[in-house]
């Protein structure tokens, strides 16, 4: 039931916990986009974690490495979880599996995302030491290091996934994870604080990852190369073109993938959640429609994190190389 004023057709309140504002286009899109990333993600994320294993003897690749091993670790449970994505959206978002894959999924999904927002933070940080401060990040731990950020990582991101797990993932007309509109207006104030909380902390980690990135150009660009030899130079200048490339694909990413989402994540809450019900429902309805293309973006992920490490690091793009070369 809707009222109209001024032309605007709104969600009255009294009938807003019936409204449920779907993109039909999805059920056709979704599984098969999602279909194409699980083969390429599966194929990507597998090779990347041989090649980082089989590099295990490189003692200057150790934190990267750690870095890099827990990112593709992060990336291949999305993929794992996007079978049970594309059967539920083949089934026209009705949930028929038994409500633990649904609570798996969904924070297999949560892991991936946050998972690698922090990882890709933390390489950028890695590579920000490497270029400003080379002696001290090659005299420190990295070993150590490495491992205790990855397991400060994990511990943060799996502490924030345990609401999805715990709590009951089917909700109304068998939807996963959809259709919190229908809750107490307790519940939905307390999904809707999570959600702008979530949003805060990656606006955060962007802003010190742009930061990062921009300190590390201005560090190579100013940075003089040495000419005592035409070799030297040559190489050096050769590294640092390799470290502005690695400098735009993590930021790539964040662009492409991540922002997009917490951009329209904070207007689709409040539309979804039927916090803002004088919004007009075609803005309803646009901002699912944006909100599910972001989904979909941010599903590239897992597809491109393989490239940030090319350009992270000389050995792991040499490895590849040689690998296929002696194929």
């Known amino acids: ?88 959206y083949k089934n026209d978002g009705h949930w028929e599996l038994p409500d633990f894959l649904c609570r798996i999924a969904g924070s297999f999904f949560f892991i991936n995302t946050y998972c690698s927002v922090f990882f890709l933070a933390v390489i950028s940080i890695n590579r920000y030491w490497a270029v400003t401060r080379p002696l001290v990040a090659a005299s420190s731990d990295c070993w150590k290091r490495g491992t205790i950020v990855s397991a400060f990582i ?4 799996l502490a924030a996934t345990i609401k999805y797990l715990i709590q009951e993932g089917i909700q109304k007309d068998n939807r996963c994870f959809e259709g919190y509109q229908n809750q107490e207006p307790s519940t939905i104030y307390l999904v809707a604080i999570s959600h702008f909380i979530i949003i805060g902390i990656f606006f955060l980690v962007f802003l010190m990852v742009i930061v990062c ?15 005592p030899r035409a070799s030297t130079g040559k190489r050096a200048g050769g590294n640092k073109r390799r ?21 329209v994540q904070g207007p689709w809450v409040l539309s979804v ?6 919004w007009c429902m075609e803005t309803h309805q646009r901002l699912n429609d944006a909100h599910q293309i972001t989904l979909m973006l941010m599903g590239l992920n897992c597809l491109l994190d393989p490239l940030v490490y090319c350009f992270a690091t000389t050995m792991f793009r040499k490895y590849i190389q040689n690998h296929f070369t002696k194929g």
């Open 273 to 278: 959640l039927h916090l803002k019900k004088d």
């Open 1 to 88: 039931m809707t009222n109209s004023t001024n032309g605007c057709v709104t969600i009255e309140s009294n009938s807003s916990a019936s409204v449920f504002i779907d993109s039909k286009f999805r059920y056709t899109v979704f599984p098969i986009f999602y279909g194409l990333v699980f083969a390429l993600g599966l194929l990507a994320n597998s090779y990347a974690l041989y090649v980082l294993h089989h590099m295990r003897e490189s003692k200057a690749m150790n934190e990267i490495r750690i870095y890099m091993t827990n990112l593709t670790v992060a990336d291949l449970l999305f993929v794992f979880a996007l079978p049970f994505w594309i059967y539920y």
């Open 213 to 227: 990135n921009i300190l590390i150009a201005r560090a190579l660009l100013t940075q003089p190369i040495s000419q």
């Open 154 to 157: 994990w511990v943060i991101t």
């Open 243 to 263: 470290a502005l490339r690695m400098l735009c694909a993590v930021i790539g990413v964040f662009v492409i993938c991540f922002l997009p989402h917490h951009v």
